[in-house]
């Protein structure tokens, strides 16, 4: 029988770390629970001390995505759920997650409603996200940014070193799973808000949430991504020459200067595809 480890990112969660590990505890009382203590300032260790909890601590903040590969490497159990500890998920749904993972998934993920978005702004990014992810990979993705899901542990070790620091780990393991050609799969959930004030600043993570757009391209299939730049590219020149001919009778240097970035940019895309090659090869 697989044994289950439950793995908490929790960064100043203490309120509701509180209630929900016994929450935890009553629902899986055979499953190892882990809390990875992000460089916390509360009480997030003696709340694990007195729900008798694993809490891996840390001198200093690295990064929800650094406290996911800690938890990860900690945890002794074949199928790992992560979940956030500030208490936007429900821990009656871990056996929702196992259910489907039983039906021969390799990860399963809990996919949030529009209700359940943090904002308009968060829901429409990851509507974004969920349509470029889809289109990208050929396979429905329901929730790509979601941290609550469940794995078999040896696959997603497997791209532990893929995996960044911050808050878009849910991106790259998803994509990883499906370059690999392993399954999966979403279920339906409730977030209820979380406890607590929010660690994503809007200024701050801007540019994040800009840059998972092309790190969903550039780990599947770059190719996807460069080959229509480059075509557009491509027939902004030729546009540009049949006007500039028509008026002009002449090439100018802007139709050579698109012809020369749609090939440069098909190139970089060549490149990348070999790169996302070598980032997934496995020692024989």
Known sequence: MNRLSIILPAKNEA?????????LRAAHPDAEIVVVDDGSTDDTRS????????????PYSMGNGAAIKRGARAASGDILVFMDGDGQHDPADI?????????????????????????????????LYNWLA???????????TSGFRAVRADKFREFLHLLPNGF?????????????????AYIPIKAAQRVG?????????GLRFLLIIFKIATLYSPLKLFVPASVVFFLLGCANYAW?????????NMSTLLWSASVIVFL??????????????RDA
Request: with cysteine; net charge positive.
């Open 95 to 127: 056996k929702r997650l196992l259910d489907q993972l039983n039906r021969g998934y390799d990860m399963v993920v809990g996919a949030r409603d529009w209700d359940s978005q943090a904002g308009v702004g968060r829901g429409l990014a990851n509507t």
């Open 244 to 252: 500039t001919f028509m008026h002009d009778g002449r090439l100018t």
């Open 47 to 58: 709340i694990c001390k007195g729900n008798d909890i694993t809490c891996l601590s840390a």
């Open 168 to 184: 878009s780990y849910p991106t790259t393991s998803t994509m990883a799973f499906f370059r690999s050609a392993y399954a999966v």
């Open 134 to 144: 889809t289109r990208m990979t050929g396979h429905p993705v329901l929730d790509l």
């Open 197 to 205: 004030k929010s660690h994503i600043k809007p200024l701050r993570d």
């Open 268 to 281: 970089i895309g060549l490149v990348s595809e070999q790169i996302t090659g070598l980032m997934y090869r």
């Open 15 to 23: 309120p509701a770390l509180a209630a929900l590990l016994p929450q």
